[in-house]
């Protein structure tokens, strides 16, 4: 594979930004070595590689796209090719961090890319949170927790009652503004 091809395959992964940092940051000064973590799309791998070196945690990376779990696996993490949480045991994780898709898409908007894959949440913003939640359950060990970060243009306030339906409360741990947003990093308790 040449540079060009390198470099296309480069920008078909999601980069870090303020959401990644932000997710990173909380999740770092709460999450301790003794814990087993999910970061379920993981990326580049940012996040995932922040948790497993600040606080010494074993994590698993994983990502429906192919290239990022390539770009995880160069960063030394152990990254699975996976559908939200299908292919993991129950009752396994300490902690599950997600950054989920979560801009409000047009349906007629094409998937055509993996880009799109890895910022669209639907119509809603929340197409990937919903099912999310409703499983993510079954892979947390007793006492587990889940990391979610959403965005004021999902609706923070529905992704908490969508929560509770499945089972969660929630607590903002944290918010950050932006002209155009506000990030908020929810735990989720079962």
């Not at 992964?13 to 087993?36: F, K, N």
């Not at 990391?147 to 908490?160: D, I, K, Q």
């Amino acid at each position: 594979m040449d540079l060009a091809e390198r470099r296309g395959l480069e920008t078909a992964v999601y980069e870090p930004a303020e959401d990644s940092e932000l997710l990173a940051t909380v999740a770092c000064e709460r999450i301790d070595g003794d814990q087993s973590i999910l970061e379920v799309g993981t990326g580049s791998g940012y996040v995932a590689e922040r948790i497993a070196t600040e606080t010494g945690a074993r994590v698993v990376a994983s990502d429906l796209n192919p290239h990022a779990c390539r770009q995880a696996r160069e960063r030394g993490l152990e990254a699975v090719r996976a559908d939200l949480v299908s292919p993991f045991a129950d009752d396994t994780f300490d902690a599950v961090v997600f950054n989920p898709p979560y801009l409000p898409t047009d349906p007629d908007t094409e998937w055509d890319d993996w880009m799109e894959v890895a910022l669209s949440g639907g119509e809603s913003g929340r197409e990937i949170i919903d099912p999310f939640l409703e499983t993510v359950g079954r892979v947390l060990a007793p006492e587990g927790v889940v990391y979610l970060l959403v965005s004021s243009l999902t609706g923070v306030e529905t992704v908490v009652e969508r929560a509770s339906e499945a089972g969660f409360s929630a607590v903002a741990l944290e918010d950050e503004s932006f002209p155009f947003e506000t990030l908020t990093v929810l735990l989720l308790v079962p």
